[in-house]
């Protein structure tokens, strides 16, 4: 039994180590649907709310923003706070026009070590983030979209 | 005989998360024990009275973080119930799916916790190493590590990816591997028999009049699982036994959720060679609530977990969006009240012994205080 046990510790040890030698060596692990920091089309946002709305950590305001924006006449676009956010997407899926989607920036990038830095105001979020990064979450990953459902006790 | 009280928690590390007892103690002996909950409460049953019910379905995996998606999933039947909607095909089993994954990341995190007290240090790497692949094929699915909020009313949120069969067979291959390792290395070796063997014993006529379910009532010998009961989603198509133990003790406990997680790796298995390869994910529902009322009842890795909505038109102020009253029952609050004082005052439990039999009981403390 010892020796058994001894043969199957030395295997594990002859292992590649599973922990991630993150940030010296490897970027933290993500997907192709990773849900992480936002990326804000400023040009499609038409300032409706519903992403601020849809939101249910209260991490989303609105920001008017001076400017030329013909699609967006109240010039509000949204900004978020991501010590609040917890990346659940239902922003993402609100927005009518798909001006807010999400990238795989993990939250391992956005660490910092100053609370009032967490809020990032809609030109932060219109600016891609500086680090190597995707983007994962849109709607097209809602395609096909729901149909709605079957009637009951149909079939004439 | 002079007795001692001591405060055993939050910050012990032999406690089991957010949670703190109040030992009373003769010599070694623990003649009573009382939990303090209220570490962790959140107040998420009135919160999301006054939030839209797609918001709720996020704040519920916060219920449990270890099982999330049990409590999503048990939410989740609730509002299909008020909606009036039975899932598609695929979508039933792909909720299946992640279910047992989730299963089996709580039980491997249970390993963990329970693998320490018990100074198998080894062991719990061992499970941490498996749930960390199970957690690579959350974010392959569901976009996220921990809180996927993946099952939705009506469905699950998105599609499955293309390469979802050989994909998870491949991690269920690693994850099988490591769990046959730790059973050779942990469960089986002598050390940890000597340990949990006759200790915490739980008769199966008192697991079922002191309210235990899932792994605890199953280790007493009840074979009692609502999978099986309800055969809610796709239970009814795959084929699986329940394990059950003989004796109640703490090492019948951690056996049954052993072969619980070669049962939820079967189970994915069948899954996935059985779910439709086209058809629609999730019904569209409307955004308004109708009135009326859901039961959510689900197998959880703890055992059962209840969700009981309740929707009225008849809210003052404001449109229906909110339901009007939420209700979660968790398995733990009864694990680590009823039948643990039951163990403690029926047993000669030494302050050595308790983390094992409170381990055994495998508590989630979030989901007693909400």
Known sequence: ?156 | MRKLQVFLGPQHPGAPGNVAFLLTLDGERILDVDLIPGFLHRGFEKMMEYRRWDMDLVMSARICVEDPDHVELSYTHAMDQIFGVDPPERAKYARTIVAEFSRLASHLLWMMHFAGPVAARYATSWAIAAREEVLKWFDYVAGHRIYHHYIYPGGVRWNLPKDLKERTLQVLDRVEGLVRDMERGFFLHPVFQRRARDVGRLKASDAVRLGATGPVLRGSGVAHDIRKALKYDAYGMVDFEIPKGEYGDAYDRAMVRLREMYVSIGIIRQAVQQIPEEGPYRWRLPMALPPGEGVGRVESARGEFMTHIVSTTEKPGGRPLEPYRIKFRGPTMAHLTTVLKHIVHNEEITVADFPVVVGSLDPCPPDIDR
């Open chain 1, 1 to 156: 039994m010892v020796l058994k046990l001894l043969g199957l510790g030395f295997r594990y040890l002859l292992r590649r180590p599973y922990t991630r030698l993150y940030p010296y060596k490897e970027p933290p692990f993500t997907t192709e649907r990773t849900r992480a920091r936002h990326l804000l089309y400023m040009d499609r946002c038409i300032g409706c709310r519903a992403c601020q709305l849809a939101c249910p950590a209260d991490a989303i305001k609105m920001y008017k923003i001076e400017g030329e924006w013909p699609k967006n006449r109240l010039k509000i676009f949204p900004g978020v706070d991501y010590s609040r956010c917890t990346y659940c997407g239902l922003c993402v899926e609100a927005c009518p026009t798909s001006a807010l989607v999400m990238t795989d920036y993990t939250m391992e990038h956005l660490i910092t070590e100053d609370k009032s830095t967490t809020l990032y105001t809609p030109e932060m979020l219109a600016e891609p983030p500086k680090g190597e990064h995707r983007v994962t979450f849109t709607k097209d990953l809602l395609k096909p979209p729901p149909q709605p459902p079957p009637k009951k006790g149909g079939g004439g």
